[in-house]
């Protein structure tokens, strides 16, 4: 795998992208120092600040993609990530919120995109490392994990390697057991946001199809999407 090293891009996703778009064969990574226009879900902005995080993404040509599978993808590489972070910093307690986000201390340090493009798959990865001056409209909800000095390279050659072997190993489920032990949201109420559409209730589970199991009036409901909005917080 090539992998590629900048000091700045506005996204190293839209470069992976390009990429894509100019129909090479074989899987490359874009590593970034910082990004000034760096994304995550459903667009949003991804602070990207230099020295302090660790910014990549995948592009992975001509993936076949195991559509009755695909929602373990996700689930694949957060658990993969949390067990290069956790190498890391054994002593902290990461969680994984349904379906791409990893928390510490009820705050989001880490957040995982993927997406498909010219008959490829593109995952980017965002993590907050030593991140402390977040812009004021996400410092409510942003966290970091270190306050001290990281091993740049070989951590992102750890998560590098552990994101490529979740592209190659989501369509066994034997990760979710962990992924369920890691969830931030098992036995909490949250809203889950579906179109214009929300529900309430209680997270029984997530089952080993990747789907977000809601108790709610006493029925349980599986959803394959959505976004969790809201999580009552005991």
């Not at 689930?75 to 002593?91: E, G, S």
């Not at 995982?112 to 996400?138: K, R, W």
């Amino acid at each position: 795998m090539q992998v590629y090293q900048y000091d700045q891009v506005e996204s190293t996703q839209d470069l992976a992208k390009d990429y894509l778009k100019n129909k090479n064969k074989k899987k490359a990574a874009f590593v970034a120092q910082s990004q000034t226009n760096g994304y995550g879900k459903r667009g949003r902005f991804f602070y990207s600040p230099a020295q302090t995080g660790i910014y990549f993404s995948m592009a992975f040509p001509n993936f076949e993609i195991v559509r009755e599978k695909i929602n373990l993808l996700t689930p694949c590489i957060a658990t993969n990530v949390v067990d290069v972070l956790r190498k890391f910093y054994p002593q902290k307690d990461f969680c994984l919120k349904w379906v791409n986000d990893i928390y510490l201390k009820n705050k989001k340090v880490a957040g995982i995109l993927t997406e498909y493009e010219n008959s490829g798959l593109i995952i980017g990865v965002g993590i907050n490392i030593a991140t402390h001056d977040f812009p004021e409209q996400i410092r409510f909800k942003a966290g970091y994990i270190s306050d001290t000095l990281f091993e740049h390279k070989k951590m992102t050659n750890e998560l590098l390697q552990a994101v490529d072997l979740a592209s190659k190993n989501y369509g066994q489920n034997q990760f979710m057991e962990q992924y369920r032990k890691l969830s931030w949201l098992i036995g909490k109420r949250v809203n889950l946001k579906l179109g214009k559409k929300e529900v309430t209730g209680l997270v029984k589970t997530i089952d080993d199809a990747g789907k977000l199991v809601i108790l709610t009036n006493n029925e349980a409901h599986s959803f394959s999407s959505g976004e969790v909005t809201k999580v009552e917080l005991t």
